[in-house]
């Protein structure tokens, strides 16, 4: 079964990009593959631009619908493989046998917490326990 874990800011003004980022960066020290999903194409190029300049000192392999990147930016969800998901949408995602694990991201701000809230109770409609860490 798909594993869903949503990481939360209680206290940080840190941003979804940038959290995405450095957990995709630590993440990519197992042999894992990314996949972040996002529709918009405006935030694709954000998210493109976000991991070619959060660290000056390290580069990670990513590219817009670019499966063999390690990191692939796409409207598009995969339909092979095994993939760990950022999920960028408003949306919960409906789990497929290709997602391993699903990553959600919320900034402290009501706005999001409030879209966060919902996914949290879909994922558990659909008989998911999601995982919750704070920061």
Known sequence: ??????????????????SACRLSRKLLRQPVRIWWYCCQAEQQQLLDEAL???????FIPHGIDQPQASVCISAQLPDQGSWLIFNFEQQALEPQDTFEH????????????IIGRNKFRQYRDWGISPRTFKL
């Open 1 to 18: 079964m798909t594993k869903v874990s949503f990481y939360l800011f209680e206290n940080s003004v840190e941003r979804q990009v940038g």
């Open 52 to 58: 070619w300049t959060f660290d000056p000192q390290s």
């Open 102 to 113: 699903i990553i959600e991201i919320v900034e402290n701000q009501e706005s999001t917490k």
